[in-house]
């Protein structure tokens, strides 16, 4: 899985809000597929079964472990899914996860295990794949791991879930039989079943690691979505073709060719596959691909290039659910990424918070800083807040932006620490604006260069975290508007990033004769510094 990188070439990821296990594991315990696995586990418990046979409990399975049609039907009523097109395929689907994560042990006829959790399973599922058997060669019962998943602790809970998330997702990254040969003609023999020497398995275009790869890489790109984007992070849906263009369209592209655009929409359709497997497990919330669409999709084979909102959501929706969240966060972790929770900070000192805090969405942020405020007092806090923003480096001004959010956390007890930088050159100014807001008497006004060293700083602060944004316009000619002659005073500003602040002005601002006098603003800067 791709992400960020730390200084240790170690790949790193922005921090995620998780919910409690308590909650996750309730999530788990609700999620439709691991609901029907564990009341199949139970139904195969009961005295009797639905063998038939008086006495004997268990229910009779093939080589796989796999339900036989007559006991399928049973499982299907069971499941109250009769009336379901999908009830077979989601009975049989919850069955082989039951296999999978334990919930199911298989005993052949002879006293063996078939088929039991894990690699097991799978490799069953496979062989079911290619033969479908109708004879019972084997006994299903509940397995060791079904009391646990219905009534261990939470962290069991997850651990079974997590297990089988893994089954499903091995799964939904490979292709049917029927998609892999391009059609079942020339394989099947006169009973309609597919004879597997028919088959020539070397000349089979799949690629199985790239493939687990393609789905491992879409749920990192959805995972940074929700941790980064403030609507995503709020429950916002994200759009499937945004998701699979994330995965196909270089980031240096301007434009998509007609080539990448096709490339799109047959990744598309494969996520839309995909994700119908995996949103009964909870992992994600999926609003399918409308039918219709796909119809014309097949025909024109390629995703049109403008979209309306009412397009997109034609397209396919998707998000990560709080449990999604938790359980891409511990493959990434198993996987050696760096995967933070908010909430790791707590201890950590205040510069490394405050470092740390551009890469949060500022609910996020907010929750971080309060869970640092929570283990010191107020008046300490902000001591060791406005220590760690002072510098000259880079990532000074950030650090600053990042203080101002945090004091704004801060109850007036903190008032003390404030007015001890009152004449500090980089942080007076916003102590300043800390003590007016918080309703303070006798607070001394800046002079006319610390006004506009706060001004750069600001902006400096502003274009590290969120770039040339439209909120920058407005405030550019804010400032330019209420102060005559700006530019003949802000090229003196004594701060680092003034030219660079200059420039970026004379970028954004809309008039043009503004925008000049900023650029020779910018250029007097940066020549006083030579």
């Given at each position: 899985m791709s992400g960020e990188t730390t200084g240790g070439d170690r790949p790193a990821m922005p921090p995620v809000r998780l919910?409690?296990?308590?909650?996750?594991?309730?999530?788990?315990?609700?999620?439709?597929?691991?609901?029907?696995?564990?009341?199949?586990?139970?139904?195969?418990?009961?005295?009797?079964?639905?063998?038939?046979?008086?006495?004997?409990?268990?229910?009779?399975?093939?080589a796989g472990g796999e339900l036989l049609a007559e006991q399928l039907k049973e499982a299907v009523a069971r499941l109250g899914l009769s009336e379901d097109e999908d009830g077979e395929m989601h009975t049989a689907q919850a069955w082989q996860l039951a296999v999978d994560t334990g919930l199911l042990e298989v005993e052949e006829d002879g006293g063996d295990s078939a088929a039991?959790?894990?690699?097991?399973?799978?490799?069953?599922?496979?062989?079911?794949?290619?033969?479908?058997?109708?004879?019972?060669?084997?006994?299903?019962?509940?397995?060791?791991?079904?009391?646990?998943?219905?009534?261990?602790?939470?962290?069991?809970?997850?651990?079974?879930?997590?297990?089988?998330?893994?089954?499903?997702?091995?799964?939904?990254?490979?292709?049917?039989?029927?998609?892999?040969?391009?059609?079942?003609?020339?394989?099947?023999?006169?009973?309609?079943?597919?004879?597997?020497?028919?088959?020539?398995?070397?000349?089979?275009?799949?690629?199985?690691?790239k493939e687990a790869d393609f789905l491992d890489g879409t749920l990192g790109n959805l995972y940074v979505l929700t941790a980064s984007d403030q609507a995503v992070s709020a429950g916002a849906m994200v759009p499937l073709p945004v998701l699979a263009a994330s995965m196909i369209v270089p980031d240096d592209m301007e434009e998509p060719t007609d080539a990448v655009l096709e490339e799109v929409s047959a990744a598309m359709m494969k996520l839309d596959e995909q994700f119908r497997m995996l949103a009964p497990t909870g992992l994600v919330e999926y609003q399918p691909v409308d039918e219709a669409l796909t119809e014309e999709m097949d025909e024109e084979a390629e995703l049109p290039e403008n979209l309306d909102e009412e397009d997109v959501s034609r397209y396919g929706m998707v998000r990560l659910t709080p449990l999604g969240i938790h359980g891409v966060r511990v493959r990434m972790r198993e996987a050696g990424v760096e995967a933070p929770a908010v909430g790791h900070l707590a201890e950590a000192d205040a510069e490394t918070l405050l470092s740390a805090l551009t890469a949060y969405t500022e609910e996020n942020a907010q929750a971080e800083i309060e869970s640092w405020l929570a283990a010191r007092t107020p008046l300490e806090s902000a001591r060791e807040l406005l220590t760690a923003s002072r510098g000259t480096d880079e990532d000074a001004p950030s650090r600053r932006l990042a203080c101002q959010q945090a004091l704004s956390l801060i109850g007036t007890e903190a008032q003390p620490a404030l007015r001890e930088v009152l004449e500090d050159r980089q942080l007076g100014g916003l102590a300043r604006v800390w003590l007016v807001e918080h309703g303070e008497q006798d607070v001394p006004q800046p002079d006319e260069e610390m006004v506009f060293w706060l001004t750069v700083d600001t902006i400096a602060a502003q274009l590290a975290t969120a770039g040339e944004a439209a909120e920058l316009q407005g405030l550019v000619q804010g400032l330019v508007d209420q102060h005559a002659g700006f530019f003949d005073k802000a090229w003196k500003v004594d701060h680092p990033a003034t030219g660079d602040v200059l420039e970026a002005m004379g970028r954004v601002h809309p008039d043009k004769q503004t925008a000049k006098d900023a650029r020779k603003a910018a250029f007097k800067a940066r020549s006083r510094l030579a």
């Open positions: 919910s409690s296990e308590a909650e996750l594991a309730r999530d788990a315990l609700a999620a439709p597929l691991f609901s029907w696995a564990a009341r199949l586990a139970v139904w195969a418990g009961e005295e009797g079964g639905a063998t038939g046979r008086e006495g004997a409990a268990g229910v009779p399975v093939g039991e959790g894990g690699e097991a399973g799978a490799e069953a599922g496979a062989a079911r794949a290619v033969t479908i058997t109708e004879e019972p060669v084997g006994t299903a019962r509940p397995g060791d791991e079904l009391d646990q998943f219905r009534a261990g602790s939470p962290q069991d809970v997850l651990e079974i879930w997590q297990g089988g998330l893994e089954s499903v997702l091995a799964d939904a990254a490979t292709p049917s039989f029927e998609d892999l040969i391009g059609g079942l003609d020339g394989v099947t023999g006169e009973d309609g079943q597919i004879d597997p020497e028919a088959i020539d398995l070397d000349s089979l275009d799949w690629n199985p690691e």
